[in-house]
């Protein structure tokens, strides 16, 4: 079965660029009509989700933060990745990456999140 | 884009009916997913397209969707089932969460 697994800094500068990785294991990132989301949850708050990229590379963001987010697949690694420029503390998250798989209008596998703080 | 409203809380007893809403403009017209999430956990998939259950998912979660409400129905609650909920909608260029309902089974 589809396996998901974020990594990257766990610290992040303001104005920086926060990027993360997300490695997809028991499926092909290149395969299948898929999509592959990244989404956040601040402590205590809702969650948010921030765009997802297409098997064949097209991609949707969520028009709140498109300026800032981009989101990219790299088949040789099978993994995808996420950037969000000019991060400040507002940015402080849990960040998930997830897997459409069963169904376009939602996400069936998700990773176990990795904790993602803005500070100087 | 939309905003999908939620209520904050719902409480239950063991093995009666809880009822979660999920408001939002036209929601009927879109595909709604619920997601449950254990205090420390990822979110997992409870029902996706409106009705349909994932596979491990227990046959007491139900989905149904109309009008401007979407309702997650959690029929015999256990203890286990106690925790956040999220609604969660496509609205045609992209997926938009509600504002969680926390379930406790008192």
């Known amino acids: 079965q589809v396996q998901l697994q974020e990594s990257g800094p766990g610290l992040v500068k303001p104005s920086q660029t926060l990027s993360l990785t997300c490695t997809v294991s028991?499926?092909?990132?290149?395969?299948?009509?898929?999509?592959w989301s990244w989404i956040r949850q601040p402590a205590g708050k809702e969650l948010e989700w921030l765009g997802r990229?297409?098997?064949?590379?097209?991609?949707n963001y969520n028009p709140s933060l498109k300026s800032r987010v981009s989101i990219s697949v790299d088949t040789s690694t099978n993994q995808f990745s996420l950037k969000l420029t000019s991060v400040t503390a507002a940015d402080t998250a849990v960040y998930y990456c997830?897997?459409?798989?069963?169904?376009?209008?939602?996400?069936?596998?998700w990773g176990q999140g990795t904790t993602v703080t803005v500070s100087s | 884009s939309s905003e999908l409203t939620q209520p904050p809380s719902v409480s239950v007893s063991p093995g009666q009916t809880a009822s979660i809403t999920c408001s939002g403009d036209?929601?009927?017209?879109?595909?709604i997913c619920w997601y449950q999430q254990r205090p420390g956990q990822s979110p997992v998939l409870v029902i996706y397209?409106?009705?349909q259950r994932p596979s491990g998912i227990p046959d007491r979660f139900s989905g149904s969707n109309s009008g401007n409400t979407a309702t997650l129905t959690i029929s015999g609650t256990q203890a286990m089932d106690e925790a956040d909920y999220y609604c969660?909608?496509?609205?045609?260029?992209?997926?938009?969460f509600g504002t969680g309902t926390k379930v406790t089974v008192l």
């Open positions: 969660q909608a496509w609205d045609g260029s992209s997926y938009v």
């Open positions: 990229v297409y098997t064949r590379g097209g991609t």
């Open positions: 997830a897997f459409s798989g069963t169904s376009p209008y939602g996400m069936d596998v």
């Open positions: 397209q409106d009705t």
């Open positions: 036209k929601l009927g017209d879109k595909y």
């Open positions: 028991g499926a092909s990132i290149s395969s299948g009509r898929h999509f």
